[in-house]
């Protein structure tokens, strides 16, 4: 069918084969919900717990240490080294999933549970069916509050105003016609269509339904959103690739050991045995549980603050995000409408939210001033008996600053009570009502559009007189400018009368009082956060379907754009060209900070760009038009309470506060958690190394082993993990939101990283292989001694190697890591359980252990602090972080 907006209604009802006076029959809507389903949208399918479960297997680190776990009991026939790795992998998957589990949970609870209803006119009669069951061609009834449960073209309106904000990104209510409109009428000004998802403001219709399910206009967008492939978390990447990287060195390091053992004609059984000791050394097993607890710990912590995050490495990729982008309706502004600025003949108020009660005071000596808040007290629908007001946004917004000013809307109203009253229409683009004044006679009191108004008025109040009205092409251009500013009009005019007027006369010879603009104010604390923001290198874009003067007036009042920025910074959605010969400049594209008039499909466009560049995108947003870019973020961020159902499930994170506020704290978090990542990766691999090397140089050099497989699992799961978590629970450096961001290709370790792992492991190797040297040519120790004097030099080195993880800038014995409680905590616990150990038999027969002599200790004490100074001597030298 031809776009039903551009018909007449005859021709929708006759192409539809409805009838406007009875609807369809049952028969009738049986045979459609055949043919065209029912009218809905099937939600994103939840993941299940068991797909929970299975995804936090799908980890290289994980495969590996199963593949350990299978060689280890297979060719070392060691059923206690095997337990042990698979109780890391199990420990890992639970966290994993218990966190994940609990994301979900918290977002199933913002679901808005229960089944709409729709009142729809079938075989004669209006009845009350489940919005499921909508069929096109149905004749609907809606009324102030409800939400439209589909696309239809309008028969009858009463005043009728939407609210698309959630389509269309337009802030304010559109008011509705019936007549038929051109042919390429674009969606926002298809002022004769209700569509679904939207919210009745005010007023009722009648409408025949054109499109159900995923035909209408939301189920386009949502199927655009489903299309685009979701983006895996930088973490995640940069986590994959580090496991890459370890894999290699493992195999690398095992095939090398099992060369040269073949080579030197050792037991191949042996040569087996130590190569996966070698492996078992080489893999991090602390790594996946402390990156998990680690982000776990940052979910709970923003979860505290109303911050719901789905995914646990979606709280890295916060400190990674270098551009965020954000809608404007309801998450940089209050989403109400605000009176902002007050023109009259001789005096303009702007900022109104800003004055101070004393300013009203003196403003009250004006006539002009007192008769339009008369009139927009009393030329106004809102239902001041209601507990709660509602009515008309800009109504609304005229009684509360009433309300402001101190004027008493109830009372002025019951003082001058309404004899007559000429309803709004979007042909007259007005409103009239007659009320008793207090000098026995009666005051019309008009507001409306304003060339509708003023083509009313022969006077204009001035100097708290009538004058004749001159000047009305000056005003005409007065009106112009403030339009331009994005700010929505309404003007006002009166006239007083000693006798009752017939309706006929009550909009002859008015006076004009002047002209309010209304304005969707900008939330109170954003103007802070955008400033946090651009002190730490993130630049914030706004990308909303309002007007371009509504988003400029935003964009200057917090910050976003200075009141002097060129007009690059703001980019119509009508410019924006993607592909072809007219294609926009990327520069222009990348440089700006506000896109107004954009469409769903512009804004995913816009996200792809800014990918492409090698941006970490963040995207704000709350309504069905931000789904597919919400989809394709890096990260996306719907509202908890304002957010469509629809937008909370296409997002990464649910602020359940719905403050743009709370991502400052999620950022910083985010910031956080990576510098703690990167401090443990480079303690776990540096202990690793030791390890690995350790082992390597042992066998080669015909020393005896320094370490066994199940120590080495001992000292994975013990020494090292307890230290590593207690890295992860840092607060953070002071200045962490004061630092650019991170490029978005960064790795987990740069060079200067890899090279800090190294130095920290070698010097903790010397300890390791050099006591194991002494022990064995220069004290003539047994195996079994000098093996445990090399595990206790290698307990003790690697938990003096938390004190190498503080950075390079800060002394030695005021920095981060010595602050941290947690730390010393780890130390005490991994003491305790490596002292634990030796006195618990089963244990000590497991790892080998055998008692010490003082002296033994000593050299065990001495080698282990050389290890340290030797790091700390080279870290000051510049070479490590």
């Given at each position: 069918m031809l776009e039903p907006f551009a018909l007449s209604i005859a021709a929708v009802v006759e192409k539809l084969n409805s009838n406007l006076t009875d609807g369809l029959t049952e028969n009738e809507v049986k045979q459609r919900i055949?043919?065209?389903?029912?009218?809905?949208?099937?939600?994103?399918?939840?993941?299940?717990?068991?797909?929970?479960?299975?995804?936090?297997?799908?980890?290289?680190?994980?495969?590996?240490?199963?593949?350990?776990?299978?060689?280890?009991?297979f060719f070392n026939d060691d059923l206690p080294e095997t337990i042990a790795i698979i109780t890391v992998i199990l420990i890992t998957v639970i966290i994993g999933f218990i966190m994940e589990l609990q994301g979900l949970r918290s977002l199933e609870a913002l679901r808005k549970m229960g089944i709409t209803e729709s009142s729809v006119l079938r075989d004669g009669k209006i009845k009350a069916i489940k919005s499921s069951l909508l069929v096109p061609g149905d004749i609907i009834i809606i009324e102030a509050g409800d939400v439209v449960s589909a696309d239809a073209r309008l028969i009858t309106i009463e005043n009728l105003a939407i609210k698309e904000a959630s389509l269309t990104g337009e802030s304010r209510a559109i008011l509705k016609t019936i007549n038929s409109l051109p042919k390429n009428t674009t969606l926002p000004d298809r002022t004769n269509m209700l569509f679904k998802g939207t919210t009745v403001e005010q007023g009722s219709a009648k409408a025949i339904v054109v499109e159900?399910?995923?035909?209408?206009?939301?189920?386009?967008?949502?199927?655009?959103?489903?299309?685009?492939?979701?983006?895996?978390?930088?973490?995640?990447?940069?986590?994959?690739?580090?496991?890459?990287?370890?894999?290699?060195?493992?195999?690398?390091?095992?095939?090398?050991?099992?060369?040269?053992?073949?080579?030197?004609?050792?037991?191949?059984?042996?040569?087996?045995?130590?190569?996966?000791?070698?492996?078992?050394?080489a893999i991090p097993e602390g790594l996946p549980v402390v990156a998990t607890i680690a982000l776990a710990r940052g979910m709970l912590k923003l979860s505290k603050r109303q911050v719901i995050i789905k995914q646990m490495e979606a709280v890295e990729t916060l400190g990674a995000t270098n551009i965020i982008c954000t809608d404007?309706?309801?998450t940089l502004t209050e989403d109400k409408m605000q009176v902002h600025t007050l023109v009259f003949e001789d005096e303009t108020v702007t900022e109104i939210q800003n004055k101070a009660h004393a300013y009203f005071n003196e403003l009250e000596k004006s006539e002009a001033f007192n008769a339009m808040l008369m009139t927009s007290m009393l030329c106004n629908n809102v239902i001041l008996n209601a507990e709660e007001l509602r009515g008309d946004s800009i109504e609304l917004a005229l009684i509360q600053f009433a309300e402001k000013v101190h004027f008493n809307p109830k009372k002025v109203k019951e003082e001058h009570p309404e004899i007559m009253e000429i309803p709004f229409t979007t042909e007259?683009?007005?409103?009239?009502?007659?009320?008793?004044?207090?000098?026995?006679?009666?005051?019309?009191?008009?507001?409306?559009?304003?060339?509708?108004?003023?083509?009313?008025?022969?006077?204009?109040?001035?100097?708290?007189?009538?004058?004749?009205?001159?000047?009305?092409?000056?005003?005409?251009?007065?009106?112009?400018?403030?339009?331009?500013?994005?700010?929505?009009?309404?003007?006002?005019?009166?006239?007083?009368?000693?006798?009752?007027?017939?309706?006929?006369?009550?909009?002859?010879?008015?006076?004009?009082?002047?002209?309010?603009?209304?304005?969707?104010?900008?939330?109170?604390?954003?103007?802070?956060?955008?400033?946090?923001?651009?002190?730490?290198?993130?630049?914030?874009?706004?990308?909303?379907?309002?007007h371009p003067g509504t988003a400029r007036k935003i964009a200057e009042e917090i910050g976003l754009i200075s009141t002097n920025a060129t007009s690059n910074s703001i980019i119509h959605g009508k410019d924006l060209q993607f592909e072809g010969e007219h294609r926009?400049?990327?520069?222009?594209?990348?440089?700006?900070?506000?896109?107004?008039?954009?469409?769903?499909?512009?804004?995913?466009?816009?996200?792809?760009?800014?990918?492409?560049?090698?941006?970490?995108?963040?995207?704000?947003?709350?309504?069905?038009?931000?789904?597919?870019?919400?989809?394709?973020?890096?990260?996306?961020?719907?509202?908890?309470?304002?957010?469509?159902?629809?937008?909370?499930?296409?997002?990464?994170?649910?602020?359940?506060?719905?403050?743009?506020?709370?991502?400052?704290?999620?950022?910083?978090?985010?910031?956080?958690?990576?510098?703690?990542?990167?401090?443990?990766?480079?303690?776990?691999?540096?202990?690793?190394?030791?390890?690995?090397?350790?082992?390597?140089?042992?066998?080669?050099?015909?020393?005896?082993?320094?370490?066994?497989?199940?120590?080495?699992?001992?000292?994975?799961?013990?020494?090292?993990?307890?230290?590593?978590?207690?890295?992860?629970?840092?607060?953070?450096?002071?200045?962490?939101?004061?630092?650019?961001p991170r490029k978005a290709n960064e790795p987990i370790l740069t060079r200067k990283l890899?090279?800090?792992?190294?130095?920290?492991?070698?010097?903790?190797?010397?300890?390791?292989?050099?006591?194991?040297?002494?022990?064995?040519?220069?004290?003539?120790?047994?195996?079994?001694?000098?093996?445990?004097?090399?595990?206790?030099?290698?307990?003790?080195?690697?938990?003096?190697?938390?004190?190498?993880?503080?950075?390079?800038?800060?002394?030695?014995?005021?920095?981060?890591?010595?602050?941290?409680?947690?730390?010393?905590?780890?130390?005490?616990?991994?003491?305790?359980?490596?002292?634990?150990?030796?006195?618990?038999?089963?244990?000590?027969?497991?790892?080998?252990?055998?008692?010490?002599?003082?002296?033994?200790?000593?050299?065990?004490?001495?080698?282990?602090?050389?290890?340290?100074?030797?790091?700390?001597?080279?870290?000051?030298?510049?070479?490590?972080?």
């Open positions: 055949k043919k065209h389903g029912k009218n809905e949208i099937a939600a994103k399918a939840g993941k299940t717990k068991l797909k929970i479960l299975m995804d936090q297997f799908n980890d290289p680190i994980i495969f590996i240490l199963a593949v350990a776990a299978v060689l280890t009991f159900t399910g995923l035909h209408t206009q939301l189920g386009k967008i949502q199927q655009m959103g489903s299309e685009v492939e979701e983006q895996r978390t930088p973490l995640e990447k940069k986590l994959s690739e580090l496991s890459k990287w370890l894999i290699w060195l493992t195999l690398i390091f095992a095939v090398l050991i099992i060369f040269t053992g073949y080579l030197r004609g050792q037991d191949m059984l042996l040569i087996i045995e130590t190569a996966v000791a070698l492996a078992v050394a404007k309706t309801g007259s683009k007005l409103m009239a009502t007659l009320n008793k004044n207090e000098a026995k006679g009666y005051t019309v009191y008009v507001k409306g559009a304003f060339e509708s108004v003023i083509h009313h008025c022969n006077t204009i109040l001035k100097n708290n007189t009538s004058e004749e009205f001159k000047n009305k092409k000056e005003w005409i251009s007065r009106e112009n400018d403030l339009a331009s500013q994005g700010l929505r009009l309404l003007a006002f005019a009166f006239r007083n009368h000693e006798t009752k007027p017939n309706k006929n006369d009550l909009l002859s010879e008015l006076t004009f009082i002047g002209i309010i603009g209304f304005l969707d104010p900008a939330r109170e604390d954003v103007a802070s956060t955008i400033k946090v923001y651009k002190e730490a290198g993130i630049k914030v874009v706004m990308m909303t379907g309002d926009t400049n990327q520069t222009k594209i990348l440089d700006a900070s506000v896109f107004a008039r954009v469409t769903p499909e512009q804004k995913l466009k816009l996200v792809q760009l800014f990918q492409e560049n090698e941006n970490v995108v963040g995207m704000f947003g709350d309504g069905i038009n931000d789904i597919p870019a919400l989809r394709k973020a890096d990260i996306g961020i719907a509202m908890g309470i304002r957010g469509t159902q629809a937008a909370r499930e296409a997002a990464d994170i649910v602020l359940k506060n719905d403050k743009f506020t709370a991502m400052e704290l999620a950022i910083s978090q985010g910031r956080a958690v990576f510098d703690h990542v990167r401090q443990f990766v480079v303690y776990l691999l540096s202990c690793n190394l030791a390890e690995v090397v350790s082992v390597g140089l042992a066998a080669l050099l015909g020393l005896p082993a320094p370490l066994l497989p199940l120590q080495i699992l001992f000292l994975n799961l013990v020494t090292d993990i307890f230290p590593a978590l207690a890295l992860g629970m840092g607060k953070g450096e002071v200045d962490i939101m004061k630092r650019p890899w090279s800090s792992t190294i130095i920290y492991g070698i010097s903790i190797t010397a300890a390791v292989v050099g006591i194991t040297a002494y022990a064995y040519f220069g004290l003539e120790f047994s195996a079994q001694i000098i093996n445990n004097m090399a595990f206790y030099t290698l307990v003790l080195a690697q938990l003096f190697n938390v004190f190498n993880m503080a950075e390079n800038k800060v002394s030695f014995f005021k920095n981060e890591v010595i602050k941290n409680p947690w730390v010393w905590s780890a130390i005490g616990i991994s003491l305790f359980l490596t002292i634990g150990a030796y006195y618990i038999p089963p244990v000590a027969n497991a790892l080998f252990l055998i008692n010490l002599s003082l002296e033994q200790i000593g050299w065990v004490i001495v080698f282990a602090l050389g290890s340290l100074a030797l790091s700390q001597i080279i870290k000051r030298l510049g070479g490590t972080f």
